[in-house]
């Protein structure tokens, strides 16, 4: 019955979830940020601060990770919004659709980057369909590490292709929630397909919305494989700086130091869109 007690039923089926991500992902948390606040001799410091905004790589490794997220982000959302609303319409194929467009989901980040490589390097696919079709005489060498601007398109596209997916499907969730007589009102007051988006489909879809941008933001702020796969050392993002510090100069409080800042850009991106995108208790329940 409605009114019945569910008891301790619900808080079992979640420990086991809860004790998942209090080992694997608390606990570790918790032990980074105590690196990040340590120096070599164990004693409580910022020093590990200090040396990570000093650092060389610091200021480029942020400007390259918030322009990638400045980029992206729009790019895929626009992506990911046109495929739901294709599937939603439930036109011929759709279902077809759906699985072609959450193929990428299957691919890790590494394999997405490396696919991505042999399509712009200099012997890959890119230049031999261009050199095929006569446009070039010469293979180009896309990825170069003196234009930072190729490398910087190159990522965006493999991102977008890989990750546009977990975006499509939480906005095809919100789209299937939305009740067919709103679509059926617009209708019969004669609302253009641009008004039905504007005026219906967004904001029905803002608890959906807000919940995508908040995961990929946060997502994006840990770029990492990508970027290693398609320019080497010649981008830099916060995650892979992180990285060097902890493979190149076994500084692991430094590196603990460049993960809390990701952290924290993601708390402080989380609690903006929350700001920008409030949710109404109407449609919360």
Do not use: C
């Not at 809860?18 to 918790?30: D, E, S, T």
């Not at 959302?77 to 011929?92: D, E, Q, T």
């Not at 910087?152 to 997916?165: D, G, K, N, P």
């Not at 902890?246 to 402080?268: E, K, P, Q, W």
């Amino acid at each position: 019955m409605k009114g019945q007690r569910l008891g301790w039923a619900p808080y079992a089926l979640l420990l086991p979830s809860l004790a998942f991500l209090a080992v694997f992902f608390a606990a570790p948390m918790v032990q980074a940020f105590g690196l990040a606040f340590q120096n070599d001799a164990g004693n409580w410091s910022l020093e590990s601060w200090r040396t990570m905004f000093a650092d060389a790589q610091f200021r480029e490794a942020l400007v390259t990770t918030l322009v990638l997220i400045v980029i992206l982000i729009p790019v895929q959302f626009v992506l990911a919004m046109a495929m739901a609303l294709v599937i939603n319409a439930r036109l011929k194929w759709s279902g077809f659709w759906l699985y072609i467009y959450a193929i990428p989901l299957g691919i890790s980040e590494l394999a997405a980057g490396i696919i991505w490589f042999v399509i712009f390097t200099q012997q890959g696919w890119l230049n031999s369909i261009l050199q095929g079709l006569g446009i070039l005489d010469r293979p180009y060498i896309f990825l170069n590490y003196q234009n930072p601007a190729w490398l910087i398109f190159a990522v965006v596209l493999a991102e977008a292709w890989r990750a546009t997916s977990i975006i499509m499907i939480i906005l095809v969730a919100g789209l299937q929630g939305i009740p067919r007589d709103f679509f059926e009102a617009a209708d019969v007051f004669g609302a253009t397909s641009w008004q039905k988006v504007r005026r219906v489909i967004l904001p029905m879809l803002r608890p959906s919305v807000q919940v995508a941008l908040i995961l990929r933001t946060i997502l994006a702020f840990q770029a990492f494989a990508v970027v290693i796969a398609l320019a080497g050392g010649g981008l830099t993002v916060l995650s892979s700086e992180a990285y060097r510090w902890y493979s190149d100069y076994r500084n692991s409080h430094v590196a603990a130091a460049y993960a809390g800042f990701i952290l924290m850009l993601s708390v402080v991106s989380t609690v903006l869109f929350l700001w920008l995108l409030p949710v109404r208790e109407e449609q919360q329940g």
